[in-house]
Nanobody, 120 residues
Framework: QVQLVESGGRSVATGGSLGLSCRAS????????MGWLRQAPGQQRNWVAT???????NQAQAVKGRFTVSKDIAKNTLYLEMDSLKPEDTAMYYC??????????????WGQGTQVTVSS
């Protein structure tokens, strides 16, 4: 029932900006977290940012001050605005959703991913 589809990934130069979108269907926004995770070549999948059910949001230290997560419930879309991009931001970016379990978000549903490449 839940479907997440990312778009917007492409190759950009160091210092550039890029916006990603995640079109969502079947998500219960009142009970779910939505967020972004990424996986660079040869590395594990790491958390990037989360938009919580109450409207609050948080970002990983590695992207704090550069990336902004937001959502438009009316448009069923989650966004990730990325500024001042660095080569180390190169990764496959995944949109994810799941229930809030008091202490954390349980990432249950995943998009197919969209590739972001930042050139040196």
């Amino acid at each position: 029932q839940v479907q997440l589809v990312e778009s917007g990934g492409r190759s950009v130069a160091t210092g550039g900006s890029l916006g990603l979108s995640c079109r969502a269907s079947g998500v219960d926004y009142s009970n779910s977290c939505m967020g972004w995770l990424r996986q660079a070549p040869g590395q594990q999948r790491n958390w990037v940012a989360t938009s919580y059910r109450d409207g609050s949001r948080n970002q990983a230290q590695a992207v704090k001050g550069r990336f902004t997560v937001s959502k438009d419930i009316a448009k069923n879309t989650l966004y990730l605005e990325m500024d001042s991009l660095k080569p180390e931001d190169t990764a496959m970016y995944y949109c994810a959703a799941g229930p809030w379990q008091h202490e954390t978000c349980a990432w249950t549903y995943w998009g197919q991913g969209t590739q972001v490449t930042v050139s040196s």
